[in-house]
């Protein structure tokens, strides 16, 4: 998660991840890619991000997207590969696009989720990822009320973003392992939000996300919170933080409406009309929850921060909405 002491961690298992993920996209493909393609000229990208797209073969015109943000010492490929995510476009035929953060802006590859420059509306990396969903709408066909966005650790606090940013633009969102929005602005912030975020007031939390879009009235998007219990580079607290942020925003109580029992020792607490999602796994550590097989509730590949236990991509996919389109 950005430049914190767990970096050093990351470099020293960068050389296996590399290996883990593998070791570069597939060429582009043709106008129906079946492949991760990756695609230049989508805007001005000051956050100079780099951009992949897969499109299922036969995506129909007005099919949804869904935004995938990789993790600290990950890149697209990897996600791409190994999150479940390729199952679900190809079941339910939907388009997936992969922002790539580059060392030259992190040297860590995390997405600076706690920089103001790369996390305000119209600027950096925000802006960028906003021009990617755009490119696609216009390029793709894609249905702009039905664009969504997920993310993983640093890749999870930058999903946060774009939701605080551009709510406008993201019907819905899922944060795994993730931070509040502007719960830092600083280098030195965003390691103790890691390890010991503040515990402000719900309204405090929303008052942050409000503040990203001054003016802006609604309707807010739907939130799925995913986080490890025994997570120990990004705390669990930041999951509940998480919860009093985006209820607020929403305007529902911090308190359940339902709560389920979930496989892989996953508890599942809803919020308001469903508008509101935290998921809590006992024993996980820090990663993206997957569950590898051929069952239709199942998906990904288990690897470095890919953890064997819930197939978080399909619960996802299903609270989105892209069974049913």
Request: net charge neutral; with cysteine; charged share 10%.
């Amino acid at each position: 998660m950005g430049h914190s002491p767990i970096r050093r961690v990351h470099h020293l298992i960068a050389v296996v991840l590399a290996v883990l993920l593998g070791a570069g996209p597939a060429n582009p493909g043709p106008a129906r890619a079946a492949g991760l393609e990756q695609v230049t000229g989508f805007g001005t990208n000051p956050g100079n991000l780099v951009m992949y797209a897969y499109r299922p073969v036969g995506l129909p015109a007005g099919a949804p997207a869904v935004v995938l943000l990789h993790g600290c010492t990950q890149d697209a490929a990897g996600y791409f590969a190994n999150s479940g995510w390729r199952t679900f476009a190809d079941r339910w035929h939907f388009a997936l696009l992969l922002p790539q953060q580059q060392t030259a802006n992190n040297s860590a590859a995390c997405f600076n989720w706690f920089l103001p420059a790369d996390t305000s509306r119209g600027q950096g990396e925000a802006l960028s990822i906003r021009q990617m969903a755009g490119y696609a709408v216009a390029t793709y066909q894609i249905d702009p009320a039905r664009i969504f966005v997920s993310g993983l650790s640093a890749g999870g606090a930058m999903s946060a973003v774009m939701l605080a940013a551009y709510p406008d633009v993201f019907a819905a969102g899922s944060i795994v392992a993730g931070l509040p929005y502007r719960c830092a602005t600083s280098v030195l912030s965003a390691t103790t939000c890691q390890y010991a975020p503040p515990d402000r007031t719900p309204a405090q939390w929303g008052d942050l996300v409000r503040a990203a879009y001054p003016g802006y009235r609604g309707p807010w998007p739907r939130v799925a919170i995913w986080h490890g219990q025994a997570d120990y580079t990004v705390v669990p607290a930041n999951g509940v933080e998480l919860r009093d942020q985006f209820t607020d925003v929403l305007g529902i109580p911090a308190q359940p409406t339902a709560t389920r029992t979930l496989p892989a020792a996953t508890t599942l607490e809803v919020y308001g009309a469903d508008q509101v999602r935290l998921y809590r796994i006992a024993g996980m550590g820090h990663g993206l929850p997957v569950d590898p097989g051929a069952d239709p509730q199942q998906c990904g590949n288990a690897a470095a921060y890919f953890l064997d236990t819930i197939c978080s991509a399909y619960s996802d996919a299903v609270f989105f909405g892209l069974d049913a389109h």
